[in-house]
């Protein structure tokens, strides 16, 4: 089993920077696939980026709307994943989720059905 914890959400206003982190632990040697996903109220969950294994530093995948703005980091050392947050939107308000996957999944890392680990999320808004 593995256990995910978010930490780092709040509220700022538009153009601010916040950095999200995800402490992993468990069966660690089982994820093959980390990232972050979140969900507006009344939307369905959404990929945001991910790191596959697929490379010695890892394949790492963006939705469109967040490119150039997040970036997705992880520590090994701490078993902690990061996701840098710059030049925030209104419209990035959502509770984000970290989530995890035994399998290397590339690009479908975005894709929610792929993951078999969920944290409880962590609330970030963006106000205007």
């Known amino acids: 089993e593995v256990q995910l914890v978010e930490s780092g959400g709040g509220l700022l206003q538009a153009g601010g920077s916040l950095r999200l982190s995800c402490g992993v632990s468990?069966?660690?040697?089982?994820?093959?696939?980390i990232g972050w996903f979140r969900q507006a109220t009344g939307t369905e969950r959404e990929g945001v980026s991910c790191?596959?294994?697929?490379?010695?530093?890892?394949?790492?995948y963006y939705a469109d709307s967040v490119k150039g703005r997040f970036t997705i980091s992880s520590d090994n050392a701490t078993n902690t994943v990061f996701l840098e947050m710059n030049s925030l939107k209104p419209e990035d308000t959502a509770v984000y989720y970290c989530?995890?996957?035994?399998?290397?999944?590339?690009?479908?890392?975005?894709?929610?059905?792929?993951?078999?680990?969920w944290g409880k999320g962590t609330l970030v808004t963006v106000s205007s």
């Open positions: 989530a995890a996957s035994k399998f290397t999944l590339h690009e479908l890392c975005l894709k929610r059905y792929g993951m078999d680990y």
């Open positions: 468990g069966l660690t040697a089982d994820v093959h696939t």
């Open positions: 790191i596959s294994d697929g490379s010695r530093d890892g394949e790492k």
